[in-house]
Nanobody
Framework: VQLVESGGGLVQAGGSLRLSCASS????????MGWFRQAPGNERELVAL???????YYADSVKGRFTISRDNDKKTLYLQMNSLKPEDTAMYYC?????????????WGQGTQVTASS
């Protein structure tokens, strides 16, 4: 399975971006999908997760601002990011088969850079 992210970029604080993750396979129905991020000097962290049954998880730092969703027909996972803050600046990775400890996944995209300037 290949995952390809897009949609990152440079935005002013308070702005919005929507990340997309296109999958080469139909894995959403059997795998927990998630978005991770990693900023320089920081550990990788799970930002949002979407379970096959539709349950979601959000890191406290993004609750109320980020929304994870999927389009099964397009085999695409999304992350809508609103009210972006400079501390959201990081490389964002799409992951499939997110592990139960929320620390890893079975499939990874190449990452897309998000920069929110103050």
């Amino acid at each position: 399975v290949q995952l390809v992210e897009s949609g990152g970029g440079l935005v002013q604080a308070g702005g919005s971006l929507r990340l997309s993750c296109a999958s080469s396979g139909s894995i959403f129905s059997i795998n927990a999908m998630g978005w991770f991020r990693q900023a320089p000097g920081n550990e990788r962290e799970l930002v949002a997760l979407l379970a096959p049954d539709g349950d979601t998880y959000y890191a406290d730092s993004v609750k109320g601002r980020f929304t994870i969703s999927r389009d099964n027909d397009k085999k695409t996972l999304y992350l809508q990011m609103n009210s972006l803050k400079p501390e959201d600046t990081a490389m964002y990775y799409c992951a499939g088969g997110v592990h139960r400890d929320y620390k890893g996944g079975d499939f990874w995209g190449q990452g897309t850079q998000v920069t929110a300037s103050s």
